[in-house]
């Protein structure tokens, strides 16, 4: 059974960096697509970022020069390096796999970030 764990979460002034952290048992990162996503209150859960088990990214619009995406594979933990954080980058995030762009495992509790002064 997949379990995801993520972490790293915190309040942070606006321009500020967060490094969150995706833990997972029962499967392997490296083997999949694997990709953070987000949610505001009042809004969907969406993508902000995802890395191919080949190691290539990709980044919603809103995120890219100020997020990035990686993975460790000793460690079976895929990252997100926040930098430059603004107030709407506050959310709960959340880490899962995507097979044919959707998103398969249970989600985890999520980590939240808050970007406030």
């Known amino acids: 059974q997949v379990q995801l764990v993520e972490s790293g979460g915190g309040l942070v002034q606006p321009g500020g960096s967060l490094r969150l952290s995706c833990a997972a048992s029962?499967?392997?990162?490296?083997?999949?697509?694997s990709g953070w996503y987000r949610q505001a209150p009042g809004k969907q859960r969406e993508l902000v970022a995802a890395?191919?088990?080949?190691?290539?990214?990709n980044y919603v619009d809103s995120v890219k020069g100020r997020f990035t995406i990686s993975r460790d594979n000793a460690k079976n933990t895929v990252y997100l390096q926040m930098n430059s954080l603004k107030p709407e980058d506050t959310a709960v995030y959340y880490c899962n796999i995507i097979q044919r762009g959707v998103p398969v495992s249970n989600w985890g509790q999520g980590t939240q970030v808050t970007v406030s002064s």
């Open positions: 890395i191919t088990s080949g190691g290539t990214t």
């Open positions: 029962g499967m392997i990162f490296s083997m999949y697509v």
